[in-house]
């Protein structure tokens, strides 16, 4: 599925949800996930299917840049996926590949001076496809 390089995140979020909701899961975008500082930290989407439930962070790219999350934002998520039982996912679109690619949250490559890198290779080589985790 080719996505047009100029969309913005809140497009690629709903594109990451239709994908997941063709699949069967029920799919709700989190208003205000991405407003910078906040005293709560919610996951841009949640999706749910018999019992199966899935965060997602969702970041696109144009190039070959390394997502970056606060280390802040992950210890949040990693408290509400557990509270939860749910599996945590960063859901990348990487125009360079052409499709999305999902690490689980403890996937990431190091963490420094307060943020988590998750790097392009990664995705590209140990990156999951929709199918993998649907």
């Given amino acids: 599925m080719g996505i047009v390089p100029q969309i913005i ?11 997941l909701s063709e699949k069967g899961y029920f799919c709700m975008r989190v208003r205000g996930s ?5 005293a709560t930290i919610y996951p841009d989407l949640l999706a749910i299917k018999k ?25 949040g998520y990693k408290m509400i996926a557990e509270r939860a039982g749910a599996e945590f996912y960063i859901a990348a679109y990487y125009v360079p590949i052409g499709e999305f690619r999902f690490l689980r949250l403890d996937e990431y490559d190091n963490i ?5 890198y998750y790097r392009f290779l990664s995705f590209l080589h140990r ?5 993998d985790i649907a």
């Fill in 34 to 38: 991405g407003r910078g500082y906040s």
């Fill in 112 to 116: 420094s001076k307060g943020w988590v």
């Fill in 9 to 19: 995140g809140s497009e690629c979020e709903y594109i990451l949800w239709r994908m």
């Fill in 51 to 75: 019992g199966r439930v899935l965060m997602f962070e969702v970041k696109y790219r144009t190039d070959k840049q390394s997502v970056t999350i606060s280390e802040r934002r992950f210890k």
């Fill in 127 to 131: 990156g999951r496809r929709i199918d």
